[in-house]
Nanobody, 124 residues
Framework: QVQLVESGGGLVQAGGSLRLSCAASGRTFSTYAMGWFRQAPGKEREFVAALNWSGGYTIYADSVKGRFTISRDNIKNTVYLQMNSLKPEDTAVYYC?????????????????WGQGTQVTVSS
């Protein structure tokens, strides 16, 4: 079992940056692939970025590619999402999750142990 807590969200102007953190508990954290998802009001939860157990493989949604960077520190049991060049359409609650389903479809149902989320609001 892994428990996750997101932090680092806030209100920023378009073009600004934020760094989100996902703190994990559990001695087996380093064995899991992890991912970031986001959910805007009235919309379904959508994939943002994910990485494998070591952080050596990463994948991004087209909408954030080149602007966001996912990384992990297995010693600190933390996953990060560096968000640069933020746009108003990035406004959402951001969640991290553990990838329990080995199918590489990057759907919310493939992940679990969701945290409570952290709000990111980008003004124009």
């Amino acid at each position: 079992q892994v428990q996750l807590v997101e932090s680092g969200g806030g209100l920023v102007q378009a073009g600004g940056s934020l760094r989100l953190s996902c703190a994990a508990s559990g001695r087996t954290f380093s064995t899991y692939a992890m991912g970031w998802f986001r959910q805007a009001p009235g919309k379904e939860r959508e994939f943002v970025a994910a990485l494998n157990w070591s952080g050596g493989y990463t994948i991004y949604a087209d909408s954030v590619k080149g602007r966001f960077t996912i990384s992990r520190d297995n010693i600190k049991n933390t996953v990060y999402l560096q968000m640069n060049s933020l746009k108003p359409e990035d406004t959402a609650v951001y969640y991290c999750g553990v990838r329990y389903n080995p199918m590489p479809t990057m759907m919310p149902a493939d992940f679990g142990s969701w945290g409570q989320g952290t709000q990111v609001t980008v003004s124009s």
